[in-house]
């Protein structure tokens, strides 16, 4: 396969970066254009990573095939969430190991006929079984029921799924009563104890209560040939179950001010959601590299509370003003009042990085332009909406002495 | 008690040397190896291949004084440039007479003003170094006739600063960020920009803030004066601003590790600890570090006052860390010192033993304690 002159050189870079560590391959088929980036090689995606994160061009559809070792097509099961934040994982996944040719099904627990199933990324699953993906419907207490039985087998179970033993446990039980290799779960950076040395990293002290530590400690003692980790924070995406950057949008369209509590300057990583699905294909891909391993499934950057705000009202192109209160003070629930936690919240991927090469390609900025011009279009910009809160937050603190104009 | 007294310092090298001259040099470097003879393994390594002759602009402050241990252990001849008006050498707490004698007997010093340029050019010329550290240079001017004296120079190795990076909202802040051509650190931007230009192979380390035995900028020390003190600590704003020391000698190991280093070639790498500490974080680790107890911290609003001249907290009042990521990769290197490790190594090493830089000046503390206690 001929190489562009920038690959062959990203490539070289890239084996330093990698060496050893699986190669993605892409498929020659067009990539669809919400997972334009997903389908590119990491050479290439190394490659621009060290220009400094520039605006990435538009001709995303020039893949080719990088090959460091022989493929193996496995058969994955993902068992999804069938709502909230983490459900766009599953997704994501299931199209980038779809198109890397391997054999997937997705279950969504619950009904298919259930009405969440009528918002995205469900909305969007002939985008996986137009691709091959089989998708079923079920309850995660059974899954042998959901799958069907039969000979098939599967080399690879993500739970993206239950956030505590009682959820996880038959999960992890079918799986291994079925002779599955590799289990993989989907955590939460949520669990970690709250520091005074950011970043979490893999390692550190998590709380000992929280519902997806005991599903980690129990897979970890099952025994699979290789089960690994991931936990995740915020994520962008075209196709999420739940609001993130539309929270910012449908304020700054509206030109009202953004209220962020405290001083706006907590940071958090929000990531797009190919960043996660990158690395988990990796994991499917590289199973003795991921084995026995928890990952912080984020992007390698934070960004302010603050920095959020500034960014969104930057792709949208218009100015944003921040007002910051205290929501003890001011009476509200900051959890209800604003989409991210009042503190800081902030991982870095240092082992998927380190075992697994993997390389982030989130670049909030251009990411968050793409986002808004999906939200331009979407006419959620023109829908009444009613900001109680708001109006509560900024009657309490008083727009004229409390704003920061950005 | 005691004032700014530095460390215990011991004899300096004879002054044969302090004046520069070739045969000066000669004659001593010639006198000192004849005492090394019994070394007989040891003068071997000196004169192996991959020994080096390098110069060291500074070196007798902070980072040099750790580093230049380094290198003379690895056999290489290391001389430092300085106006001699610091102890070329001085004997670190908790190191023996005998390494002390050892390391002292054979570094060299080339007494200078490298604000002379002339003379830095003629100095150098007559000298052929192979490797030059440059440890104290702020300005590109400075660092024009080093490179113009030592055309087979085979790598300077530059200290520029974390603080070119340009404020942003994205962190931690990474080799390929934007930077700040007009930040206070401008002048070390447009010395990584005149290696770039210039014909030599360079390798640039931005650390972030340092800390350790020895320290001359009060950042530790700022919060072991007021433990000791038993004085609350005023930290500004919130007292969540991210910041990220880095243990003097980790940064040691760092400038020693791209020497000779391909991988250095041409490349700038972030040095710094492996995590990063909030300014509320950092006042309980100093006191985890010396042994006191948890400290009252007093948040204020630094608008609220005019503090003249006077620096009320010393680290700049926002976020500002740096990922050493490209150097853990490309070099292998690692910190090996956490930020409470290091601490404590900096407190029992120095101010645990009644040294310190800068005597103690709770002005601006007082000032804003007693806003506090007004508004009560």
């Given at each position: 396969m001929a190489f562009s002159a920038a690959a062959a050189a990203a490539t070289s870079t890239a084996t330093a970066f990698a060496s050893g560590r699986h190669r993605r391959l892409s498929s020659s088929s067009a990539p669809s254009p919400s997972f334009s980036q997903s389908a590119l090689p990491r050479a290439v995606v190394a490659a621009r990573r060290r220009?400094?994160?520039?605006?990435?061009?538009?001709?995303?559809?020039?893949a080719f095939t990088v090959r460091a070792e022989a493929k193996t097509k496995k058969s994955v099961l993902i068992v999804n969430t069938?709502?909230?934040?983490?459900?766009?994982i599953g997704f994501y996944l299931a199209k980038e190991l779809l198109a890397a040719g391997h054999a997937v099904t997705v279950l969504t627990a619950g009904?298919?006929?259930?009405?969440?199933?009528?918002?995205?990324p469900f909305s969007r699953f002939e985008e996986l079984t137009s691709a091959g993906g089989r998708t079923v419907w079920g309850d995660p207490a059974d899954v042998g029921a959901a799958v069907g039985?039969?000979?098939?087998?599967?080399?690879v179970v993500l739970?993206?799924?239950?956030?505590d033993l009682d959820a996880v446990r038959p999960v992890v039980d079918w799986a291994k009563s079925s002779g599955v290799g590799q289990f993989l779960f989907i955590s939460s950076?949520?669990?970690y104890k709250p520091t005074?040395?950011?970043?979490?990293?893999?390692?550190d002290a998590v709380k000992e209560s929280a519902g997806h530590v005991g599903v980690e400690k129990y897979i970890a003692e099952q025994q699979f040939g290789s089960w690994a980790s991931f936990r995740p924070q915020y994520m962008i995406g075209s196709g999420n179950n739940k609001d993130c950057e539309e929270w910012f949008f449908d304020r700054i369209v509206r030109r009202r001010p953004v209220p962020v509590p405290g001083n706006g300057m907590q940071l958090t990583n929000i990531s797009h959601v190919r960043d996660l699905s990158s690395m988990l294909a990796l994991a499917v891909e590289s199973p003795g590299a991921a084995a026995g391993k928890i990952f912080n499934?984020?992007?390698d950057r934070a960004v302010t509370l603050d920095g959020m705000a500034r960014l969104c009202a930057a792709a949208a192109g218009v100015a944003v003003e921040i007002v910051h209160y205290d929501p003890a003070a001011v009476g509200v629930d900051a959890k209800k009042a604003f989409?991210?936690?009042?503190?800081?919240?902030y991982a870095e991927p240092r082992a998927a990085k380190e075992a697994l090469g993997w390389v982030s390609t989130t670049n909030l900025p251009e990411d968050l332009k793409e986002r808004y011009a999906d939200y331009a279009g979407s006419g959620r910009g023109e829908k009444a909406m009613a900001f109680d809160l708001d109006d509560k937050i900024l009657a309490a603190v008083g727009n004229a002495t409390a704003s920061v104009i950005a | 008690m005691a004032a700014t007294a530095s460390l215990k310092s011991s004899l300096l090298l004879?002054?044969?040397?302090?004046?520069?001259?070739g045969a000066a040099v000669s004659v001593s470097a010639q006198k000192r190896r004849k005492s090394w003879q019994p070394r007989g393994a040891r003068m071997q390594v000196s004169a192996a291949a991959d020994s080096k002759n390098i110069l060291v602009m500074?070196?007798?402050?902070?980072?040099g004084v750790f580093l230049s241990r380094l290198l003379v252990k690895e056999g290489h001849q290391v001389t430092l440039f300085t106006r001699?008006?610091?102890?070329?050498t001085q004997q670190l707490p908790g190191e023996s007479d005998a390494e002390y004698a050892e390391f002292s007997s054979k570094v060299q010093h080339l007494k200078?003003?490298?604000?002379?340029f002339d003379f830095v050019k003629t100095s150098l010329a007559a000298k052929s170094f192979d490797?030059?550290?440059?440890?104290?240079?702020?300005?590109?001017v400075e660092v024009e006739p080093i490179i113009d004296a030592l055309p087979n120079l085979e790598q300077y190795i530059y200290c520029s600063s974390a603080g070119v990076y340009l404020k942003s909202d994205?962190?931690?802040?990474?080799?390929?960020d934007a930077v700040d051509?007009?930040?206070?650190?401008k002048g070390k931007l447009e010395t990584e920009s005149l290696l770039t230009s210039r014909d030599v192979n360079w390798t640039s380390i931005r650390p972030v803030y340092i800390y350790g035995p020895?320290?001359?900028?009060?950042?530790?020390e700022w919060f072991f004066h007021r433990l000791k003190a038993g004085r609350p600590i005023p930290i500004p704003g919130a007292g969540n601003q991210i910041t990220q020391l880095g243990h003097v000698k980790d940064l040691a190991k760092a400038f020693n590790v791209v020497l000779g280093n391909p991988k250095a070639s041409q490349q700038i790498f972030n040095i710094s600890g492996a995590k990063y500490v909030t300014f509320d974080g950092l006042a309980r680790a100093c006191a985890k570090a010396g042994g006191f107890p948890e400290p009252e911290l007093v948040h204020y609003n630094p608008?609220?006052?005019?503090?003249?001249?006077?620096?009320?907290?010393?680290?700049?009042d926002q976020h500002f860390f740096a990922s050493i990521e490209k150097a853990t990769r490309e070099l292998g290197w690692t910190p090996e010192f956490d930020l409470v490790g290091g601490l404590t190594d900096s407190y029992n090493l120095d101010f645990g033993r009644g040294t310190f830089r800068k005597a103690a000046d709770f002005t601006t503390d007082d000032m804003i304690l007693g806003k506090k206690l007004a508004t009560v």
């Amino acid at each position: 396969m001929a190489f562009s002159a920038a690959a062959a050189a990203a490539t070289s870079t890239a084996t330093a970066f990698a060496s050893g560590r699986h190669r993605r391959l892409s498929s020659s088929s067009a990539p669809s254009p919400s997972f334009s980036q997903s389908a590119l090689p990491r050479a290439v995606v190394a490659a621009r990573r060290r220009r400094r994160r520039a605006a990435l061009p538009a001709s995303r559809a020039a893949a080719f095939t990088v090959r460091a070792e022989a493929k193996t097509k496995k058969s994955v099961l993902i068992v999804n969430t069938n709502s909230g934040g983490h459900a766009i994982i599953g997704f994501y996944l299931a199209k980038e190991l779809l198109a890397a040719g391997h054999a997937v099904t997705v279950l969504t627990a619950g009904d298919e006929a259930s009405d969440k199933m009528r918002k995205p990324p469900f909305s969007r699953f002939e985008e996986l079984t137009s691709a091959g993906g089989r998708t079923v419907w079920g309850d995660p207490a059974d899954v042998g029921a959901a799958v069907g039985g039969g000979a098939s087998s599967f080399d690879v179970v993500l739970d993206n799924n239950g956030k505590d033993l009682d959820a996880v446990r038959p999960v992890v039980d079918w799986a291994k009563s079925s002779g599955v290799g590799q289990f993989l779960f989907i955590s939460s950076a949520g669990i970690y104890k709250p520091t005074d040395e950011p970043p979490h990293v893999e390692g550190d002290a998590v709380k000992e209560s929280a519902g997806h530590v005991g599903v980690e400690k129990y897979i970890a003692e099952q025994q699979f040939g290789s089960w690994a980790s991931f936990r995740p924070q915020y994520m962008i995406g075209s196709g999420n179950n739940k609001d993130c950057e539309e929270w910012f949008f449908d304020r700054i369209v509206r030109r009202r001010p953004v209220p962020v509590p405290g001083n706006g300057m907590q940071l958090t990583n929000i990531s797009h959601v190919r960043d996660l699905s990158s690395m988990l294909a990796l994991a499917v891909e590289s199973p003795g590299a991921a084995a026995g391993k928890i990952f912080n499934c984020v992007s390698d950057r934070a960004v302010t509370l603050d920095g959020m705000a500034r960014l969104c009202a930057a792709a949208a192109g218009v100015a944003v003003e921040i007002v910051h209160y205290d929501p003890a003070a001011v009476g509200v629930d900051a959890k209800k009042a604003f989409p991210f936690r009042n503190m800081h919240f902030y991982a870095e991927p240092r082992a998927a990085k380190e075992a697994l090469g993997w390389v982030s390609t989130t670049n909030l900025p251009e990411d968050l332009k793409e986002r808004y011009a999906d939200y331009a279009g979407s006419g959620r910009g023109e829908k009444a909406m009613a900001f109680d809160l708001d109006d509560k937050i900024l009657a309490a603190v008083g727009n004229a002495t409390a704003s920061v104009i950005a | 008690m005691a004032a700014t007294a530095s460390l215990k310092s011991s004899l300096l090298l004879p002054s044969p040397i302090s004046d520069f001259s070739g045969a000066a040099v000669s004659v001593s470097a010639q006198k000192r190896r004849k005492s090394w003879q019994p070394r007989g393994a040891r003068m071997q390594v000196s004169a192996a291949a991959d020994s080096k002759n390098i110069l060291v602009m500074g070196g007798t402050r902070f980072i040099g004084v750790f580093l230049s241990r380094l290198l003379v252990k690895e056999g290489h001849q290391v001389t430092l440039f300085t106006r001699g008006k610091a102890p070329i050498t001085q004997q670190l707490p908790g190191e023996s007479d005998a390494e002390y004698a050892e390391f002292s007997s054979k570094v060299q010093h080339l007494k200078g003003d490298r604000q002379d340029f002339d003379f830095v050019k003629t100095s150098l010329a007559a000298k052929s170094f192979d490797v030059v550290y440059d440890i104290n240079g702020r300005e590109a001017v400075e660092v024009e006739p080093i490179i113009d004296a030592l055309p087979n120079l085979e790598q300077y190795i530059y200290c520029s600063s974390a603080g070119v990076y340009l404020k942003s909202d994205l962190l931690p802040h990474c080799e390929n960020d934007a930077v700040d051509p007009k930040s206070r650190h401008k002048g070390k931007l447009e010395t990584e920009s005149l290696l770039t230009s210039r014909d030599v192979n360079w390798t640039s380390i931005r650390p972030v803030y340092i800390y350790g035995p020895l320290n001359y900028n009060p950042v530790e020390e700022w919060f072991f004066h007021r433990l000791k003190a038993g004085r609350p600590i005023p930290i500004p704003g919130a007292g969540n601003q991210i910041t990220q020391l880095g243990h003097v000698k980790d940064l040691a190991k760092a400038f020693n590790v791209v020497l000779g280093n391909p991988k250095a070639s041409q490349q700038i790498f972030n040095i710094s600890g492996a995590k990063y500490v909030t300014f509320d974080g950092l006042a309980r680790a100093c006191a985890k570090a010396g042994g006191f107890p948890e400290p009252e911290l007093v948040h204020y609003n630094p608008k609220d006052f005019d503090f003249g001249k006077k620096k009320a907290f010393p680290f700049r009042d926002q976020h500002f860390f740096a990922s050493i990521e490209k150097a853990t990769r490309e070099l292998g290197w690692t910190p090996e010192f956490d930020l409470v490790g290091g601490l404590t190594d900096s407190y029992n090493l120095d101010f645990g033993r009644g040294t310190f830089r800068k005597a103690a000046d709770f002005t601006t503390d007082d000032m804003i304690l007693g806003k506090k206690l007004a508004t009560v």
